[in-house]
């Protein structure tokens, strides 16, 4: 995780400033840098793609020639950390979680070059294959086609069921996930974005102390340790028709219980819950070979989910108040808080027809 | 002086923004920082003149609800004490924080300030009292959750977020 922003964080504006050409010339530097064998290093078509709230996008053609003479021709993008992010992370760890899924039959890009200070391209950045398929979060959740959102929705289903099951140890994922013992993991996330929570708001917010108290004194035991991506939800994976073509921005990924994945996919702002119910989406899960899903880790994570959508907002408009970013999205985040936090009280005394079906 | 009212000036600098002034612009960043900007007007728009009533009721519910509990557990020991002097003493007068200009509205500000910071502090306190037998924290917990929602509820409505999703 990342301290506070340093002079290579405050060179994205550096970044944001410079042509598409030269743009395209600083990432010819970083594949010279980071594959040093490679002869004729030559970038092309390097546009400006939108990369989120939390990063900024560049897509482009990449060749280069092996030691051997054979060219290698790749479709890359480049993804930038910028200042005032609401997501606290470092390219350095989706690297190294996306380098040793390379291994896995993960639906992930490759992993490509990693600047980890930004001193070659102006910002700590990574580079990724660019995999063919929209991420267009809006055209899926709004779709009139039923039967192909519905396939698609069960296909990351599937999807998340082949993440889970990767065998992290095998694939050398300790080093780059696990802070501490992996058994350790679930109840390291609700430290961590209590600590976040802590260092980002702007006043007490008593009702979210008790909800961190509340996760503390209710963390379920997982089925197992798992690679959880962190971030899983429409938007963030690309798809063709019914198809997960590949899971995207890995920067929150961690060790954990992976039922905090399935939660999150299901938050009210963008559930599929039209196309697949919930209870449907966990049962075909354990029918790809998903772990197995416990209603009361699902009714846990579901109001964690909450509690770090919250948190997230909460830093957001942290930033913004610190004049640490400009993007008004992020101005009014704060209001958002009170809709997660309720939900969270509902849950917590509902019976769990209600909380698996909302 | 009472109109134009804030809320219908916000209403016309809203509209004048979205009718006018998005349809000229291209699409890319200036469309998306506008319409944020509309978005967060129009919450301001229906909550602006919420907040003084907003704070005085909450206020009082923190205050009653918070101080029954630290009262009934106080005997304790423990950090029931403290925050029964916390409760006791009102917060000491500050500058104005920024962006308010009202004086009576920065000591309400103040008052639920300090108000959260001692709910947020029993919420530990009561959480590690592990001598606190099932009943009883299962009381507490009771009344905590009530009192949450309810600030939950009032908190809705002044910031204009009620029928959001």
């Known amino acids: 995780m990342n301290g506070p922003a340093g002079p290579a964080v405050r060179d994205a504006y550096r970044l944001l400033d410079a042509s598409d050409a030269e743009v395209a010339a600083r990432i010819a530097a970083l594949l010279r840098a980071r594959l040093p064998a490679a002869r004729d290093?030559?970038?092309?078509?390097?546009?400006?793609?939108?990369?989120?709230?939390?990063?900024?996008?560049?897509?482009?053609?990449?060749?280069?020639?092996?030691?051997?003479?054979?060219?290698?021709?790749?479709?890359?993008?480049?993804?930038?950390?910028?200042?005032?992010?609401?997501?606290?992370?470092?390219?350095?760890?989706?690297f190294g979680v996306l380098s040793g899924l390379s291994r896995a039959a993960v639906r992930a890009p490759r992993a490509l070059a990693l600047d980890r200070d930004g001193s070659i391209v102006g910002a700590p950045s990574v580079l990724l294959e660019r995999v063919p398929g929209s991420a267009d979060v809006v055209a899926f959740l709004r779709s009139g086609d039923l039967e192909q959102s519905?396939?698609?929705?069960?296909?990351?289903?599937?999807?998340?069921?082949?993440?889970?099951?990767?065998?992290?140890?095998?694939?050398?994922?300790?080093?780059?996930?696990?802070?501490?013992?992996?058994?350790?993991?679930?109840?390291?996330?609700?430290?961590?974005?209590?600590?976040?929570?802590?260092?980002?708001?702007?006043?007490?917010?008593?009702?979210?102390?008790?909800?961190?108290?509340?996760?503390?004194?209710?963390?379920?035991?997982?089925?197992?340790?798992?690679?959880?991506?962190?971030?899983?939800?429409?938007?963030?994976?690309?798809?063709?028709?019914?198809?997960?073509?590949?899971?995207?921005?890995w920067e929150m990924a961690h060790l954990g219980d992976p039922v905090e994945d399935l939660a999150?996919?299901?938050?009210?702002?963008?559930?599929?819950?039209?196309?697949?119910?919930?209870?449907?989406?966990?049962?075909?899960?354990?029918?790809?070979?998903?772990?197995?899903?416990?209603?009361r880790s699902l009714r846990f994570y579901r109001i964690f989910s909450e509690v770090k959508f919250a948190t997230i907002s909460l830093r957001a408009a942290r930033a913004f108040a610190d004049g640490a970013t400009g993007n008004l999205r992020l101005a009014d985040r704060a209001a958002t808080v009170t809709a997660a936090l309720t939900r969270c009280l509902e849950w917590i005394t509902a019976d769990p027809e209600e909380w698996a079906t909302c | 002086m009472l109109r134009p009212t804030t809320g219908e000036l916000l209403r016309g600098v809203r509209l004048g923004l979205a009718e006018h002034v998005l349809p000229a612009l291209p699409d890319g960043a200036a469309v998306r920082q506008l319409k944020a900007s509309l978005h967060i007007l129009r919450r301001i728009e229906?909550?602006?003149d919420r907040l003084p009533a907003y704070l005085e009721a909450d206020n009082m519910d923190i205050s009653d609800t918070l101080g029954g509990l630290v009262a009934e557990l106080a005997e304790r020991g423990g950090g029931y004490p403290?925050?029964?002097?916390?409760?006791?003493?009102?917060?000491?007068?500050?500058?104005?924080?920024?962006?308010?200009?009202?004086?009576?509205?920065a000591r309400l500000m103040a008052v639920n300030g300090a108000l959260q910071s001692a709910l947020a502090d029993f919420d530990r306190v009561w959480r590690a009292d592990r001598e606190l037998d099932p009943g009883a924290r299962q009381a507490v917990a009771h009344r905590l959750h009530a009192l949450h929602r309810r600030m939950l509820e009032r908190a809705a409505v002044a910031a204009g977020t009620a029928h959001d999703d």
Do not use: K
Not at chain 1, 74 to 83: A, H, K, P, Q
């Open chain 1, 41 to 94: 290093v030559r970038v092309t078509r390097a546009e400006r793609v939108f990369g989120g709230n939390a990063r900024r996008a560049w897509a482009c053609e990449a060749t280069w020639t092996d030691a051997g003479g054979e060219t290698t021709r790749e479709s890359i993008i480049m993804l930038s950390r910028v200042e005032g992010s609401q997501v606290e992370a470092e390219p350095d760890g989706e």
């Open chain 1, 150 to 249: 519905r396939r698609l929705t069960l296909d990351l289903a599937r999807a998340a069921a082949e993440l889970h099951t990767a065998d992290w140890q095998a694939l050398g994922l300790d080093v780059p996930l696990a802070a501490g013992p992996a058994e350790r993991t679930p109840l390291a996330q609700v430290e961590r974005w209590e600590s976040s929570f802590l260092s980002s708001r702007l006043e007490p917010h008593p009702i979210l102390v008790s909800l961190f108290g509340w996760l503390v004194d209710n963390l379920p035991e997982p089925a197992r340790i798992s690679v959880v991506h962190g971030d899983l939800r429409p938007g963030n994976f690309l798809y063709q028709g019914g198809t997960v073509t590949a899971l995207l921005d």
């Open chain 1, 264 to 295: 999150w996919a299901y938050r009210a702002l963008w559930s599929p819950q039209r196309f697949v119910p919930l209870q449907e989406f966990t049962r075909a899960y354990e029918s790809f070979g998903g772990p197995p899903v416990a209603p």
């Open chain 2, 46 to 48: 229906r909550s602006w």
């Open chain 2, 82 to 105: 403290e925050l029964s002097r916390r409760l006791a003493s009102p917060p000491e007068p500050a500058p104005l924080p920024a962006g308010v200009c009202d004086a009576r509205l």
